[in-house]
T-cell receptor, first 116, second 114 residues
Framework: KAGVTQTPRYLIKTRGQQVTLSCSPI?????VSWYQQTPGQGLQFLFE???????NKGNFPGRFSGRQFSNSRSEMNVSTLELGDSALYLC???????????????FGPGTRLLVL | AQSVTQLGSHVSVSEGALVLLRCNYS??????LFWYVQYPNQGLQLLLK??????LVKGINGFEAEFKKSETSFHLTKPSAHMSDAAEYFC????????????FGQGTELSVKP
């Protein structure tokens, strides 16, 4: 079974631009979560989608948004990019979203975004 | 609120020596706990997880961790380090009603000397 895939793997943008990152979960997985990883702040939770609905949201400004499609694929968008948005953005998928049994989250390789 | 503290941002061991990576958590409810490993330019790979079934959890690649509620700890160990274990290790916590939201520690970089 194919793992979580993220596209593109690398991206260079300039301040003020917007960017869209894509995540394809493992086949059959319905939950997709996004994380930002930076040297200074570490790994921080952005948001989680399950069955096309945002179930959980981290403490990020409204410039960060996401969505999930009916096939469980997810996109995240960052508008009006700032230098501080440079990071590795990781997507993770799981069968279900939490509940009585914590399902394992499987991570993709990430998209490395550089904002100049 | 939940939080995770990993003691030591960098740990260095000799090949064949014991690996001990420390993780303490804070949670108002019984937590789920995880250890992930990240190799350079890769995503995170799950090593093991604690979901209250057993306090001693065995994972992949010879790693194990013990949940100690009284110490609010979930330290990761491996009896004998291998060169291929060099990577960054993250401890994470999730609450039972937090869905897919993982709270990560700052990470511990493990170096293995020949």
């Amino acid at each position: 079974k194919a793992g979580v895939t993220q596209t593109p793997r690398y991206l260079i943008k300039t301040r003020g631009q917007q960017v869209t990152l894509s995540c394809s979960p493992i086949s059959g997985h319905r939950s997709v979560s996004w994380y930002q990883q930076t040297p200074g702040q570490g790994l921080q939770f952005l948001f989680e989608y399950f069955s096309e609905t945002q179930r959980n949201k981290g403490n990020f400004p409204g410039r960060f948004s996401g969505r999930q499609f009916s096939n469980s694929r997810s996109e995240m968008n960052v508008s009006t990019l700032e230098l501080g948005d440079s990071a590795l953005y990781l997507c993770a998928s799981s069968l279900v979203a939490g509940g009585a049994t914590q399902e394992t989250q499987y991570f993709g390789p990430g998209t490395r975004l550089l904002v100049l | 609120a939940q939080s995770v503290t990993q003691l030591g941002s960098h740990v260095s061991v000799s090949e064949g020596a014991l690996v001990l990576l420390r993780c303490n958590y804070s949670s108002s409810v019984p937590p789920y706990l995880f250890w992930y490993v990240q190799y350079p330019n890769q995503g995170l790979q799950l090593l093991l997880k604690y979901t209250s079934a057993a306090t001693l959890v065995k994972g992949i690649n010879g790693f194990e961790a013990e949940f100690k509620k009284s110490e609010t700890s979930f330290h990761l160990t491996k009896p004998s380090a291998h060169m291929s274990d060099a990577a960054e290790y993250f401890c994470a916590v999730s609450g039972r009603n937090q869905g897919g939201k993982l709270i990560f520690g700052q990470g511990t970089e493990l170096s293995v000397k020949p």
